[in-house]
């Protein structure tokens, strides 16, 4: 059984930081594209940034230059590194990864973290 699990959600103030992290348990054969979503209240869900096996990432335009996607291919982890954080960052953040187990390859999901970004 393949699970994701979120920590380093919580409160902080506008221009602060957070260090959102995310590790895959299980038996785990590989890992492949690792991502960060949100989904802000009364929105669609939406890509923050995706990290490949080999470290290329890509960002959504809004957390360019703020965000920073990283992982630990040993440590089954992905991170997600904000700073300058803004009142529209406030969503819950999921994590997602494209893991083969024994039962093949399939996209897993975390359960999910909030962030709220507020004075």
């Known amino acids: 059984q393949v699970e994701l699990v979120e920590s380093g959600g919580g409160l902080v103030q506008p221009g602060g930081s957070l260090r959102l992290s995310c590790t895959a348990s299980?038996?785990?054969?590989?890992?492949?594209?690792m991502a960060w979503y949100r989904r802000a209240p009364g929105k669609q869900r939406e890509l923050v940034a995706t990290?490949?096996?080999?470290?290329?990432?890509n960002y959504a335009d809004s957390v360019k230059g703020r965000f920073t996607i990283s992982r630990d291919n040993d440590e089954h982890t992905v991170y997600l590194q904000m700073v300058s954080l803004k009142p529209e960052d406030t969503a819950v953040y999921y994590c997602n990864a494209d893991i083969r187990s024994r039962i093949g390859t399939y996209s897993y999901w975390g359960q999910g973290t909030q962030v709220t970004v507020s004075s």
């Open positions: 299980g038996t785990i054969f590989s890992i492949y594209v």
């Open positions: 990290v490949t096996s080999g470290g290329t990432t």
